[in-house]
Every structure is written in C-alpha cells, then in structure tokens.
C-alpha cells in the first residue's frame, strides 16, 4: 500500500465524509459493477467505524454541483482548490483497474479545507482490499486503526463468489493408498476408516478426488462389470468441509457378490407326512443390461426306514427354462445335483442326519468370476 504525505485537520466533531463513485479505468463496461461493490463496501466500513459521518446521496450531489465538479476532474487534477464547500470536510475518490485476475484499487482523501490528498493504493481480487484501504484512511481522518480485513475470509469482488479454501474429508477402507487431487499426488490414505485424511486450503469449485492402490482396488462399473480406480468430482463450497467416502474394495469380494445369485443352507424337520418343500425365487442383471429370472425349488421326503433311502427332487428354472432333478439320500450320506441353464449354474445337496434334512441350495451367474479383473494382464 502506498500513501503520500498528509495532515488532516483537527477538529472536535467527527469528519464529514464524501464518498464519490469510483471510476472504471478499465476501459471495459463489463466491469463497472466492482465499482458499486467497492463502494457500498467502502461506506459500510467508513460508517461501521463509528468516528466518521458519512454524506447522504443528494449531499453529495449538491457538492458536486456547487462546484461542477466530477469524480474524474478531482481523479485528475486532486490540488484544486475546494475553498467554499461547506457541506463536507473530505472527499473520497477512486478509481479500478483490472491487471489480469486482480484489481488496483486507487482512493484519494482530499482535505476540502486545504486542497491536501493522501493517497492509498493496493492490488488484490477480495474484499479484504477494500478493507484494508478503508482501514487507513479512518486512521487518517481520526489517528486510530480498525480492524475490518477478515483473516480467512476472502469473498471475491470479481467473481461475486466467496473464495475462502475449503476441505475435503476423505475416508477410505484402504490402507496406504495413493491419493489424487486433481490429477496430482497428495498423499496416503490412513489405513483407518475412522480416521480422514485431510485435504485443506482448497479452492472453492469443483476437484476430482481418487485413490490408487493397484490392480486389485477399487469400484466395478455396473452393469457391463468393468473396474476402475474409485474416482469422485467434489464440489468444495467456500470455507466449507466435505466429507467424502471412498467405496473402493478388493474387486474379488465384488465378484464374489455379483456371482452369488442364490445361497441358502438350512437344517430342517419333516413334516407329519414325512416330507419338506421350500423355493427361492432370484434374478440378476447380466453385463448386458438384461434382466434374467429364476428359481429353485426343493421337494424331499425322507426315508421310509433307518436302512432305506429318501429321495427328492429340485427344480432349477431360469427365464422360463426349467430342469428337475433327482436327489437319492440316505442317513449319513449326501446326495448332490448340478446343471446348468443360460447364464445361471445350479447345485443343490441334501443329506439326513438324526432325522433331520439338510440341504443347500445354490445358483451362481456364469458371465462372472472372481479374478476376472486380472484376465487382461
């Protein structure tokens, strides 16, 4: 900040203060909205200070007029004399010019009294420009310095967006994984699903957020069962904390879910007629998109005598196909089936013990095998 040589006047009131429009210097019409924000900032400050009393709009006006003066004929020619104007002590004018993604913000405090200017001058893209500005010309005008810049805060006067950094909060189940943000290497997961790890002084906006431990990691595509790293594009609000949860597993204990369309084991009492049926209905969305159907159903009566055999039967259906197929028991001993239909295998066994039936049932998809990620390598 740059300020030049100034003595205000002393006086036991407080200084009668006229702030002017700032001045687009720009060039560029786009842009005269920083002025009105600049300036309804500027007014806030002055006023919030307690020690200053602000112009009102038609005092200004008539300031001007008394004078025929205008914003850039003070800009331009700050010595003139301001010898007859009651109504004010000092003037505050200005003038913005962008220099790429900032703003100079230039403000004279023209002593109406003596022609004198004190000159305050910076460069940056939030409202803690306007902040800081307004903070030395109210110690000017009264020897006393506020605080009005909000550490930590930082709403932009060009974008109108608040640009405070934001966090992302990220839990993962992997241990020591790679993380990326936005394409770059930013460290570990912590190998604790309790514990984030912390990505902090983030822009507002949205990121791309990914871990990467290797071949066997990370998220299956559904339902065409494709793998990937897991990766997520966060909207990060200003000054906010997002937390995010990486859902990557090992791809075997996927495919393993994917694969089992039907598993149910359960033992079992006869029936008083000496019999026990049971079905279980499933269906699953193939790599096509397509969904499939079925069933299988169990049908057992149990040995007519301790030395005799039980016999049984299970229907195994897929899409409207369907099989039976014959189970032969005894006490002690398993009778198994299998077959299979479409994109569905089944295997069904039963065995008796102490009178009791056991049986499980299974069906599992055959466009889907555990090690099926590694088949490209």
Known sequence: MTMALFSPSIACAAPRVAV??????????????????????????????????????????????????????????????????????????????????????????IDVATSRVATFSDVGSTENLIHGLAEGIVERLTGTRPRLREEGKSRSILSLRDETPGTIALFSPLVDARVLLDGAFV????????????????????????????????????????????????????????VVVDPSTHFNDILYRLKQVL????????????????????????????????????????????DAHGQGTVIVELDGTNQTLALDYAEGSDAEARTTIGLASFYAQVSMSYGRLSYELEAERTDVDQGMHRLDD
């Not at 595509?221 to 904390?241: D, H, I, N, T, Y």
């Not at 000496?274 to 699953?284: E, I, L, M």
Request: glycine share 10%.
């Open 20 to 109: 002017l429009d700032l001045e687009n210097r720009s060039g560029d019409p786009r842009y005269d909205y920083i002025g009105g924000i600049a300036q309804g900032l500027l007014l806030y400050d002055l006023s919030s200070s307690g020690s200053i009393e602000l112009l009102d709009r038609s005092a200004i006006d008539a300031l001007l007029k008394e004078r025929e003066l205008s914003m850039s004929a003070i800009a331009a020619a700050p010595a003139r004399s301001f010898d007859g104007i009651s109504s004010a002590d000092y003037i505050v004018a200005g003038e913005y010019v962008l220099l790429g993604t900032d703003v100079r913000l230039t403000l004279r405090l």
């Open 263 to 306: 598993n149910e084991s359960k033992t079992v009492a006869f029936d008083q007629a000496g019999r026990f049926a049971t079905a279980y209905p499933f269906s699953f969305v193939d790599r096509k998109g397509i969904t499939h159907t079925g069933r299988m159903a169990l049908d057992v009566a149990a040995p007519a005598s301790a």
């Open 187 to 242: 460290g570990y997961t912590t190998g604790d699903r309790r514990v984030p790890l912390v990505l902090d002084g983030l822009d507002p906006g949205v990121h791309s957020v990914s871990t990467d431990l290797g071949r066997d990691f990370g998220v299956v595509k559904l339902p065409e069962v494709s793998f990937s790293p897991w990766k997520e594009l966060v909207r990060v609000p200003a000054g906010k904390r997002v």
